[in-house]
């Protein structure tokens, strides 16, 4: 199982862009690399799932080198509702157990 | 779809008892899981299934028994319950078929006395 790494927490300013990145050396062939938000006293969401280069949708964006050893989750012009734990996995698409880290706490400020 | 569904959402127990958690999902997902969430920590899996009949430990399962006799439901037992138990239980479901997305539900508090 691929272990993930990610800053403890970061802060920033209500509309600037946030970039957070997960370290994943030893990910697998097979493994995608997927992003979740978790607000408090609810369950981790689905923000955005990328394998290589750069996937975009309409709330993120996903960047993956080709060594795929990291990958850099950007939010642009961030808001006070974006105050959340973000957490990077690492894992394949069949059926494996799904290990979280321990996430970026991100602390949006007006 | 009431997507995936956890009762009960709160819960009081003495150390020593027993109780179950409840899981079902109605997305028809072959793989199931529980985690814990402890204060200002992320979330560990607990057990794990990629379908009925088949069942697996996670990073923390000590303490904790599962089955997995239908596609929809996925029970977690606490079969003598202790204050290091004390967490936020998460159940979610995924689809194997489409982008691997975790889907979770809303979480049961636990505390043991």
């Known amino acids: 199982l691929a272990k993930t790494t990610q800053p403890i927490s970061m802060d920033s300013y209500e509309g600037q862009e946030v970039n957070i990145t997960c370290s994943h050396n030893n990910i697998a062939t097979n493994d995608y690399i997927t992003w979740y938000q978790q607000f408090p006293s609810q369950g981790p969401r689905f923000i955005i799932q990328g394998y290589k280069t750069k996937v975009t949708n309409e709330v993120a964006s996903l960047f993956i080198p080709a060594d795929r050893k990291s990958s850099t989750l950007s939010l642009p012009r961030v808001s006070l509702s974006d105050t959340a734990v973000y957490y990077c996995?690492?894992?394949?698409?069949?059926?494996?157990?799904?290990?979280f880290g321990k996430g970026t706490t991100l602390s949006v400020s007006s | 779809n009431a997507g995936v569904t956890q009762t009960p959402k709160f819960q009081v127990l003495k150390t020593g008892q027993s109780m179950t958690l409840q899981c079902a999902q109605d997305?028809?997902?072959?793989?199931m899981s529980w985690y814990r969430q402890d204060p200002g920590m992320g979330l560990r899996l607990i057990h794990y299934s990629v379908g009925a009949g088949i069942t697996d430990q996670g990073e923390v399962p000590n303490g904790y028994n599962v089955s997995r006799s239908t596609t929809e439901d996925f029970p977690l037992r606490l079969l003598s319950a202790a204050p290091s138990q004390t967490s936020v239980y998460f159940c979610?479901?995924?689809?194997?078929?489409?982008?691997?997305?975790?889907?979770f539900g809303e979480g049961s508090r636990l505390t043991v006395l």
């Open positions: 997305m028809n997902h072959e793989y």
């Open positions: 979610a479901s995924r689809d194997d078929r489409g982008r691997g997305e975790l889907f």
């Open positions: 996995l690492v894992g394949d698409q069949a059926g494996t157990a799904l290990i």
